[in-house]
């Protein structure tokens, strides 16, 4: 990034004092500085201002995920410098691939600010990938692991098996996978092997032959052969007909593209990804999915988990979505409340991130979150969040603090630290009990509902021996 009064950086901090002192050092370098004191305006900001750089003051950790992802999502080659020292912002960079984001600790030196933001263009320069990768939003273990996996499948062009319900973003697992394996210029075509019947498959997937079968009058090339050095995605390859799955085995076994009737053998380089949300194994012990195309296409298996058993997930999600729909319908950013999250999370979405995806949309199209929310609420068919938040306003009550004159008298020495502690526990076991109770001791929900992580809500269990 060159020193010239043609750039432009925005800069997002909330204490005035650090906005203005970076605001003061970057003029001073001939860049044009533009601060905001909240990411929502900031990203409201993003597209009028088309700046060439980001730098962003400490937020926590959730609001940091927020940005760091709407930004991304709005401008994918925009690098970004976060002044942060916390672990889980670290951890979210290295996880989803972002290489044009750096993050360094707070204080730091004038002279260090510009050495990383020169530090933060050649990373973005080298490393092109990971403008073009997807978006795969959460931070569950289950995610983190299918995101570990996918960079590492950039070393080979193994067949890849992405299993998972309907709605949990198989297809988006498959382009991020192909992004790191250095597709951005290569062919990504997909194949809905559900969509088509048996005679026209055949032609679409291994092209016509003059004379190769019926029907077959002129020579066109197939999709495995214009996927050459690229990608094939075979959506649903449970319901495949049977007739081609033998074909299709052959194509991996010898790579041959051309339909097997014809004398033209050509061979190709690319990489085939299946989708399946049908019980492949099920297929094979039943006969009707070939064993040993199972086993071809299984090298490596991506198990996508449905999006109610990884709830921590959904605030994210939500709040993702919430803000692409802001930008595409041009309307201000916006936070989602508390409680919308709160049943967001607590819902079963049969329909997954898909289902989760529209409901955002319905509610950002028609500026009406509360009916939206309501409308789900009467499809939950538990309901054991509805409730929680009133049955606990009473604080008092549970800490039992209409007994306190009889507790002061049984001290022989008044400490308000020692009483505000004592009473701070017992409300706190009991909120923690009440919303076990209320997710029937399911305890991810009930980290939820409190609003801690589950790791924290583990250790409290353990602390006061809740069973």
Known sequence: MAQTDQHKIIILETNQARRDYLRSIISGWGYIPYSF??????????????????????????????????????????????????????????????????????????????????????????????????????????????????????????????????????????????????GRNNPFIKVNTAALPCELFESELFGDNTGAFTGAHQNKKGMLEVANTGTILLEKIGKMPSSLQAKLLRVLEGESTSNPASETKETVDFRIISTTDADLDLFVETGEFRKDLYYRLNVISIEIPPLRNRIEDIPLLAVFFNDKFCWEFGKSHYDLSNKTKNIFSCYHWPGNVRELKNVVKSSVLLGNEESIVNKLCLNNPKHEFMDFIDCCEDIYTLAELSNITKYLKNLNKVSLKDICRKFTVRAEKKLIKKALEKTNWNRKKAAILLDISYKSLLNKIKTYNLT
């Not at 305006?41 to 950790?61: E, F, R, T």
């Not at 073009?132 to 692991?145: A, Q, R, T």
């Open 37 to 182: 004191d909240k990411e929502t305006i900031c990203l409201d900001n993003l597209s009028p201002l088309n700046p060439d750089l980001v730098i962003s003051g400490p937020l926590s950790s959730e609001k940091t995920f927020r940005f760091i992802n709407t930004l991304k999502m709005r401008n994918r080659r925009l690098p970004v410098l976060i002044i942060s020292g916390d672990h889980a912002v670290k951890d979210f960079i290295n996880t989803n691939g972002f290489a044009d984001v750096l993050v360094v600790k707070a204080p730091i030196e004038p002279s260090e600010i510009k050495k990383t933001i020169s530090r933060i263009q050649e990373n973005s320069l080298k490393n092109k990938m990971s403008q073009d990768c997807p978006l795969i939003i959460g931070n569950s273990p289950e995610m983190v692991k299918i995101k570990k996996m996918i960079s590492e499948l950039s070393c080979s062009k193994e067949t890849v098996l992405v299993k998972g319900e309907t709605g949990t973003g198989k297809e988006l697992v498959a382009r991020a996978i192909h992004s790191w394996t250095g």
